[in-house]
């Protein structure tokens, strides 16, 4: 998948600076909420104005379950989160063994 050339000046030119707020904010509430996750990686796409996020999260709590229920699990442990935001891309995935 190729991302837009918009998206990926952005990454690039973040992959070397810390975190925002947000984006540690969100990661902490999803380590508590899947404490099993073996990855997880919360970027903020809206420029660093909070308004939209990009979360990537593979866990063994999403075995058995279809794409929209790991999504919705996501979605309620962020459901406060949520209310200030104009967008959020969610990618569930499960370890492979």
């Not at 099993?36 to 058995?64: N, P, T, W």
């Amino acid at each position: 998948m190729q991302l837009p050339q918009v998206l990926c000046r952005h990454l690039i030119a973040r992959s070397s600076s810390s975190l925002t707020d947000g984006e540690t904010r969100i990661t902490q509430v999803l380590k508590v909420k899947f404490p099993q996750a073996s990855s997880l990686k919360v970027v903020d796409i809206s420029g660093g104005c909070g308004a939209m996020y990009e979360i990537h999260i593979e866990s063994d709590e999403f075995r058995g379950k279809r794409t929209v229920q790991q999504h919705q699990l996501v979605n309620q442990a962020l459901k406060d989160e949520i209310k200030d935001m104009h967008g959020l891309c969610i990618f569930t995935d499960v370890p492979r063994k």
